[in-house]
Structure formats: structure tokens, C-alpha cells
Nanobody
Framework: QVQLVESGGGSVQAGGSLRLSCAAS????????MGWFRQAPGKDREGVAS????????YYADSVKGRFTISRDSSKNTLYLQMNSLKPEDTAMYYC??????????????????WGQGTQVTVSS
């Protein structure tokens, strides 16, 4: 059974940094797309960043480019999201997700099969 477990959320002031982690288990790590999504109260879930675990290729939402970095450690089956220069508008529940390779957009959350439970990020001004 696939399990994704996020950690690393918390409360920070604007301009601060956090690193989210997502420990994956229960499936073959290679050749999968993994991503980070977020959802603020009253808003739709949106794609933040994505990476193809079997090779190169990272993708970011315009709103986080230059501030967030997605990476993975294959030896630990762990996905990361380094978040720098955080802004109050980054406040949301952050979710880790995984799917098999498909032609769907990396940001199409409907196309992801597996989800973590989420970790809250709160940025105060």
C-alpha cells in the first residue's frame, strides 16, 4: 500500500524559510511523478512544484519560481520542498502527491493517485 507522509510545516514570519519532507513507501520510486500541492481555505487546490523521480525535470508554479525548490533523495525515498522568502499568501495546507507518468499536466491534481495527509504552513506578516 502506498503511503506518503509529510512533515516540516509550521509557522514563520514573512521572509523566513521552511523545508517540507515527504517520506514515500509502498511503491516503486522510479519513473513516477511526484509533486507538492497546496490549498488555502476557500480556494482550490493548486500545484506548487513537481518532479519526475526517474530523471530530470522540475516544474514550478509562477508564484513560487525562484523561491521554492523541489528535490528528492532516491536513497531515502523522500521528496522535499525548500521554501524561501515565504510570503503570507503562501499560507496553506501543503500536500505531497504521486502518480504514474501520464500526459496530464503536472499541475492537474485529479491525475494524482496518491496523497499525503498534509502539513500546515502559516506565514505571518
Amino acid at each position: 500500500q502506498v503511503q506518503l507522509v509529510e512533515s516540516g510545516g509550521g509557522s514563520v514570519q514573512a521572509g523566513g524559510s521552511l523545508r517540507l519532507s515527504c517520506a514515500a513507501s509502498g511503491y516503486t520510486y522510479a519513473s513516477r511523478r511526484m509533486g507538492w500541492f497546496r490549498q488555502a481555505p476557500g480556494k482550490d487546490r493548486e500545484g506548487v512544484a513537481s518532479i519526475v523521480t526517474g530523471g530530470l525535470g522540475t516544474y514550478y508554479a509562477d508564484s513560487v519560481k525562484g523561491r521554492f525548490t523541489i528535490s528528492r533523495d532516491s536513497s531515502k525515498n523522500t521528496l522535499y520542498l525548500q521554501m524561501n522568502s515565504l510570503k503570507p499568501e503562501d499560507t496553506a495546507m501543503y500536500y505531497c502527491a504521486a502518480r504514474d507518468l501520464s500526459s496530464a499536466s503536472w499541475a492537474d491534481f485529479h491525475s494524482y493517485n496518491y496523497w499525503g495527509q498534509g502539513t500546515q504552513v502559516t506565514v505571518s506578516s
